[in-house]
Structure formats: structure tokens, C-alpha cells
């Protein structure tokens, strides 16, 4: 039996475990690189999944044996603790997209498994005369990823074309439609955070709902996005954005304002580029990526009472902190 903390893994899990991943199963695998940050401590466990039948199998084998898990996509959208992941990390490349064969109808319904990176999705619609994904031709990350923040730009988001998911939920695949997944601003049902002692529900594949780009316009704006993005955001390593916008406002203006700017913590620097992009200029630590997030939510409510919320999730074991600073919270933020 292998322990992990309090979690057991029994050998023939393992064994079967071994079997399912595409290059065999890694322990204490460093995530960093798994990680668009290239920030992250190791997994107890890892594997990586390439076809949807192997990842179902191992998610009926982990539901029965209660072992706990965790999946990842693109890594994009996460800060994983420098302690790392306790469990089994499955990195998820179950990449085939279903185009169907009809293309003369005015919609398309596209079925696209979740491991499907979003960019090359929306670049391949357009290349077939399809319109609703150019606002997506540049964002990093999975579709599972994306259905789970309903990640969005330029005006359109994951919500405008999303039809249904198919998602492994309490041992068994189950059908979820649009108003089962309470879409909002970069939420959706699945980003809600479930007890740690469940395991969490799954999208296996989702169906899209594309238009025939009767206009030729979806290539236009997406070359005008591309360019939009060249011109505001850095290409180093990052998570994109790492705050929501408040109400009304931008997150990357406030800290901006905040005199924020180029301020670095170790090797964590905020973007001289764009304000709410938080940048590992080489060995950068999940800790010093926190401290930066706390400085600027200390600074932005300090002079402007605002409280910035994070829009990244925080993956593994933080217990050793450091922790996000609140308000009132008598711990000093070192502005210094
Ligand atoms: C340079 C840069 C620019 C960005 N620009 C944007 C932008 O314009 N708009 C935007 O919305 N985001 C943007 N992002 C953030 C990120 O690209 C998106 O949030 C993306 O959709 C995350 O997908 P992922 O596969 O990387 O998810 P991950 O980071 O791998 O995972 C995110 C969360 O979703 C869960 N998850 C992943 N896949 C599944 C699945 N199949 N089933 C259930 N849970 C799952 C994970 O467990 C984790 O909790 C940007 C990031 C970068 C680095």
C-alpha cells in the first residue's frame, strides 16, 4: 500500500493506473511544467491521459477505490503550491474533435473532447467558414478547462456557444445542458469549490453550437485579436490574468493606479506590460507569486477600497501558507 498523507493507494491500482497513462505512471513529478507559470511542486502522483476511453477507466477505477484526484488541462489558469498535489494528478490530452459531415447548414453542432486545446479548436473552425470562436483564437488552455471558468474575450465567452457537457459526476456520465451550469462572469458550476473529500465532477466532452460565417468576417476578428493581444499583454510565463475585474472596473487599471507597476517579489514581477498579468522571470516560487497578489490586494484596498478577488485557482497543499491576505487580517503586507 502506498500512502500519501491519508491517502491510500493500493498496488493494483497503481499497477492499473500504470497501464492507462500514456507514458506510465510518474511519482513526485514536479507539475512546473504542466503549469503555464512553470511554477509548482510535485504531484504524488501523475499521469497523462490521451484517449477518452483510458480516462474514463480511470475514473470508474478512482471512484471505486475513493481515491482522491485532481485533473488538469492546460495548467493555465492555476498557481499550484510549491508543497505540490497529495493524490493523483491527471493531465488531461484527450484531444479529438468531431466535425460533422454536413457543413452547408446554417449551425453546426462540433463535439469536442475536453483535452482539445480551445486555440486550435477556434483556428480550425475558422478555417471552415465557421463563426462564434474567433474571440478564443488565443487563449491557452483546454475546452474543459474553459467550460469551467467560461473563459472569454473580446466579447464573446464559452457561455455564447456552449450547447452541452458530457461530465462524469458520482461514478456515471451524465448529460449537462446550458442551464445546468450556472454560467456567469468567469464561473460556472464546476468552479465552485466541492469538498475536499469528494471528487470532483468531470467534463469528459462538450458540444458546441457554431454558425456558418456566411459574412467571411470570424478570420478578421480573429487576426484583430491576435494583433489587440500582441500589442497589451506579455508573452512571458504567466496565468494571464490573475485577479477578476471588480464591478464596473479593471483590476489591471487599480493596480496600475496602486503605483504597482514592474514590482517584483523574487523572481514574480508585475507586468510593465499590463498590470494584472503577474510574470515567473525565471525561478519564481508559488510563494512569491502570493506575496505579489498580496501586495497588490493590500495596495489596491488601502487606496482605493476595492478588494480584488482571485481569478486563478490555488491547486495542492497550502497549509504551510503563505495565505491570501484579507482585510483586517493583522498580518503586515510588506509594501516596501
Ligand atoms: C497568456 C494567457 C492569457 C490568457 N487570457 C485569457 C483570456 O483572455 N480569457 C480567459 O478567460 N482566460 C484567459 N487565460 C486563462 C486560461 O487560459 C483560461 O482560464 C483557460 O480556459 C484555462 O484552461 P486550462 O485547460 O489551462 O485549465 P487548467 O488551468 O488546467 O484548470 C483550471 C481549473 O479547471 C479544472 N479543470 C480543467 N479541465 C477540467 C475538466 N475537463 N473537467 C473538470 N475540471 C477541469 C482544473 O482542475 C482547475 O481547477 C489566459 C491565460 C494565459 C496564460
Redesign the pocket.
Known amino acids: 500500500m502506498q500512502r500519501t498523507g491519508t491517502t491510500q493507494f493500493p498496488p493494483s491500482l497503481l499497477e492499473e493506473l500504470d497501464t492507462l497513462s500514456r507514458d506510465g505512471l510518474h511519482r513526485r513529478a514536479s507539475l512546473a511544467p ?4 512553470r511554477i509548482g511542486g510535485p504531484a504524488d502522483f501523475l499521469m497523462i491521459v490521451h484517449r477518452q476511453e483510458d480516462l474514463q477507466r480511470t475514473l470508474a477505477i478512482l471512484h471505486q477505490s475513493r481515491a482522491p484526484y ?9 498557481l499550484v503550491s510549491d508543497a505540490g498535489v497529495r493524490g493523483l494528478v491527471i493531465i ?1 490530452q484527450c484531444r479529438r474533435i468531431y466535425w460533422p459531415e454536413n457543413v452547408h447548414t446554417e449551425v453546426l453542432d462540433v463535439r469536442v473532447e ?2 482539445a ?2 486555440a486550435g479548436f477556434a483556428r480550425e473552425s475558422i478555417q471552415r467558414g465557421l463563426a462564434g470562436l474567433s ?1 478564443a483564437v ?17 466579447g464573446g ?2 457561455a455564447s456557444v456552449f450547447l452541452e457537457a458530457e ?2 459526476h458520482r461514478g456515471r456520465i451524465e448529460h449537462w445542458p446550458h442551464n445546468a451550469m450556472s454560467f456567469a462572469y ?1 464561473q460556472s458550476i ?2 465552485q469549490n466541492w469538498p475536499p473529500s469528494a471528487q ?5 466532452a462538450a458540444v458546441f453550437r457554431l454558425q456558418r460565417d456566411v459574412e467571411g468576417q470570424a478570420a478578421v476578428e480573429a487576426a484583430r485579436h491576435i494583433a489587440h ?1 500582441r500589442r497589451t ?3 512571458d ?5 490573475v485577479f477578476r475585474n471588480p464591478p464596473n472596473d479593471y483590476a489591471g487599471r487599480l493596480i496600475e493606479a496602486a503605483g504597482l507597476k514592474g514590482r517584483c517579489i523574487g523572481q514574480a514581477c508585475i507586468s510593465e506590460k499590463h498590470a494584472n ?1 503577474f510574470v515567473n522571470q525565471g525561478q519564481a516560487t508559488a510563494a512569491d507569486i502570493m506575496a505579489l497578489m498580496n501586495l497588490a490586494r493590500y495596495e489596491v484596498w488601502r487606496q482605493f477600497h476595492v478588494l480584488l478577488e482571485p ?3 490555488f ?1 495542492g497543499d497550502w497549509s504551510n501558507g503563505p495565505h491570501l491576505w484579507t482585510p483586517g487580517n493583522q498580518e503586515r503586507v510588506d509594501a516596501s
Open positions: 504542466f503549469t503555464s507559470f485532481l485533473l488538469l488541462g492546460g495548467g493555465s489558469n492555476i488531461n475536453s483535452g486545446l480551445l474571440w488565443s487563449i491557452p488552455g483546454t475546452v474543459g478547462g474553459a467550460i469551467v471558468g467560461n473563459a472569454g474575450a473580446h465567452d464559452i461530465v462524469w468567469r464546476l468552479k470532483p465532477p468531470i467534463i469528459l493581444r499583454q506579455p508573452t510565463k504567466s496565468a494571464g490574468s498579468f481569478e486563478i485557482r491547486i
